[in-house]
């Protein structure tokens, strides 16, 4: 079964700075998805960014980047040029590419604190 | 075009009673996904539908289910509420099963007392 971890529960970064959560996975398989998504206090869950497995370069939203390393099965969401709306929960998720499902795998969260 | 919807937002009820939760999906999306809550579990799958079919199941016991309709409306029925069933019950849509974005709905807060 595919497990998603995220260690760090919480994480505070000045305005205008850089900060970046950690996630990693265990799977078996060889062609997944990865995701990061944002829940604020309103709870809404909105797609950050997407990264297909077998696309060996790092995907990139705007001031959202990710540092993708297959090998080592991490999958890290760089947040440059903090504002304040970027304070929410952030989840890692996993969905398998086999089979017709969109069932996602999440990680625990990291709660990240914008401080102005 | 509107997102997707969920109701109730919010729902009290006492244990031992059943609930329906309604999701509308985003108009043309036909997979809708549901997902649980909760401080102590987080984020956890509860099924999928696509065409009326339910295509996955997540690890809950049989009190829990589901279905979706024709016009991709889903809800989810939990019966003999429990206090652990308390939770955020979060409703996803998706145009098809390929890799596409999943829209998730602002979710239902239920509360069992």
């Known amino acids: 079964a595919q497990t998603v971890t995220q260690s760090q529960p919480e994480m505070s970064v000045q305005e205008a700075e850089t900060v970046t959560l950690s996630c990693t996975y265990d799977t078996s398989e060889s062609d997944y998805y990865l995701f990061w998504y944002k829940q604020p206090p309103s709870r809404q869950m909105i797609l950050v960014i997407r990264?297909?497995?077998?696309?060996?370069q790092n995907a990139t939203e705007n001031r959202f980047s990710v540092n993708f390393q297959k090998a080592a099965k991490s999958f890290s969401l760089k947040i440059s040029d903090s504002q304040l709306g970027d304070a929410a929960m952030y989840f890692c998720?996993?969905?398998?590419?086999?089979?017709?499902?969109?069932?996602?795998?999440f990680g625990t969260g990291t709660l990240l604190a914008v401080q102005p | 075009k509107a997102g997707v919807t969920q109701t109730p937002r919010y729902l009290i009820k006492t244990r031992g009673q059943q609930v329906t939760l309604s999701c509308s999906p985003i108009s043309g999306h036909r997979s809708v996904s549901w997902y649980q809550q909760t401080p102590g579990q987080g984020l956890q799958f509860l099924f999928e539908y696509f065409s009326e079919t339910q295509r996955n199941k997540g690890n809950f016991p049989g009190r829990f289910s589901g279905r979706q309709f024709s016009n991709s409306r889903s809800e989810m029925n939990v019966s003999t509420l429990e206090l652990g069933d308390s939770a955020l019950y979060l409703c996803?849509?998706?145009?098809?099963?390929?890799?596409?974005?999943?829209?998730f709905g602002p979710g239902t807060r239920l509360t069992v007392l």
């Open positions: 996803a849509s998706s145009l098809t099963g390929a890799p596409g974005e999943q829209f």
């Open positions: 998720a996993y969905r398998s590419a086999y089979g017709a499902t969109n069932k996602l795998i």
């Open positions: 990264q297909e497995a077998y696309k060996q």
